[in-house]
């Protein structure tokens, strides 16, 4: 993909460094959408060195600041996090930074999705596995662009069946609920708008390159966000890109990206990725070095 300038970083790679010196350089609200899955409090100590659970949200908070700076106030911010579990319960750091981006920052806090993917296997004390994550949506104030019916699915002919029957009347039981009535009737429509609640299976597996990765999500994820939140040739951002998952769904979709990744090994595994994926879509192949 062409390298267009985004200030003094060039758009469509990603660089090795570190993400809040690196988005400082990013000119004001010239960022459209930003989904990121940043490391999770004392976990991945190995690859990221970790962050106590107690000083996560003074670690982020000035993160998202110059995301928030950066974010055009047409764009929206994506947040894939869930808190661990420590001595049999959940840890509660998320939710105080949660509410410290919309309290101290002044973010609009928009949504709270639900990614539902396959169940951790296993059995734990006192829980059942773990199948779902959050994911959660900021803007910066109404108006943000929104194009549902990107992400919109062919409407099932036994709910078009159900929508259309005959209308019942009022209900008996005081529910206040009735059938459909005339003029609702649904001949026209062909697509079902989707919900917050996300099903997108996680199929990383040994065999693919970015199982080297100790915590990726499927590109389908950013992918539906992408399309539901922007519009092509916007410019999509990552601080923490890891194996280059939210690039690649980016470079798919006809948007531009930029992203920072700390770890080597994870931009080799992002460029390696962006080449396969996006020459075989048939756009433009760069062999050229992201690691700055």
């Known amino acids: 993909m062409e390298k267009k ?19 400082r350089m990013i000119p004001d609200e010239s960022i459209d959408l930003i989904f990121t899955s940043p490391p999770y409090a004392d976990r991945r100590k190995n690859t990221y060195g970790g962050v106590h659970e107690s000083e996560y949200v003074n670690w982020f908070l000035p993160i998202a600041k110059e995301m928030k700076r950066v974010l055009k ?42 990614w539902t993917k396959n169940g951790v296997p296993g059995k734990f004390t006192g829980r059942f596995k773990n199948a779902f994550e959050p994911v959660y949506h900021f803007a910066k104030q109404k108006g943000f662009t929104h194009n549902p019916y990107a992400v919109a699915t062919p409407i099932k002919e036994a709910s078009l069946a159900r929508a259309n029957r005959k209308a019942c009347g009022e209900t008996t039981n005081g529910s206040g609920f009735a059938g459909m009535r005339e003029g609702s009737k649904l001949k026209d429509v062909t697509l079902a708008l989707p919900s917050n609640h996300v099903h997108i299976v996680q199929k990383t597996n040994q065999y693919t390159p970015e199982a080297k990765h100790p915590a990726v999500f499927p590109v389908e994820l950013p992918e539906f966000f992408i399309k539901a939140y922007s519009n092509e040739n916007d410019v999509v951002l990552d601080p923490f890109m890891g194996s280059g998952t939210t690039a690649v769904s980016a470079a798919k979709l006809n948007r531009n990206f930029i992203g920072f990744e700390l770890n080597p090994e994870y931009i080799e595994i992002a460029n390696k990725r962006l080449d396969s994926v996006v020459f075989g879509e048939g756009l433009t192949k760069s062999n050229e070095s992201e690691a700055e």
Not at 10 to 18: F, G, P, S, T
Not at 85 to 97: I, T
């Open 5 to 23: 300038l985004l200030g003094e970083l060039k758009l469509n790679r990603i660089y090795q460094r570190d993400c809040i010196e690196s988005i």
């Open 73 to 114: 106030p047409t764009g929206s911010f994506f947040l894939n996090i869930k808190p661990h579990c420590h001595n049999g319960e959940r840890v509660l750091y998320v939710f105080d930074l949660v509410l410290s981006l919309k309290r101290e920052l002044g973010f609009m806090y928009v949504d709270e999705f639900v």
